[in-house]
Nanobody, 127 residues
Framework: QVQLVESGGELVQVGGSLRLSCAAS???????LAWWRQAPGKEREFVAV????????DYADSVKGRFTISRDNAKNTVFLQMDSLKPDDTAVYSC?????????????????????WGRGTQVIVSS
């Protein structure tokens, strides 16, 4: 399993922006990478995913048009740019990795599809 460490979470006002980072302990150029979040009292929720080449991205409907996932394979890092933040975006954000160079058959919105998880970084959106 890959060790993943998130950073960048903090308190931000409604309408503000944050950029989260997730650094891997080893090469992740053959991994699909995703961001998930969990708000207090709620189930973990899929946010965004990017394939190993960065050519395919998918987002939860709740963040489409506001969040952008990207990756830098040379730095073994995945990012989540979050704009127009809302109070409902308040959650612990975690990154996850699944080793695959295929997209067909990969259920990217299923948490059980990922074998590596970070511990998360807290994002609080204040009104």
């Amino acid at each position: 399993q890959v060790q993943l460490v998130e950073s960048g979470g903090e308190l931000v006002q409604v309408g503000g922006s944050l950029r989260l980072s997730c650094a891997a302990s080893e090469r992740i150029s053959e991994h699909a990478l995703a961001w998930w979040r969990q708000a207090p009292g709620k189930e973990r929720e899929f946010v965004a995913v990017i394939n190993w080449r960065g050519s395919i991205r998918d987002y939860a409907d709740s963040v489409k048009g506001r969040f952008t996932i990207s990756r830098d394979n040379a730095k073994n890092t995945v990012f989540l740019q979050m704009d127009s933040l809302k109070p409902d975006d308040t959650a612990v954000y975690s990154c996850a990795a699944h080793r695959t160079t295929f997209w067909e058959g990969f259920n990217s919105a299923d948490g059980q599809a990922y074998e590596s998880w970070g511990r998360g970084t807290q994002v609080i959106v204040s009104s």
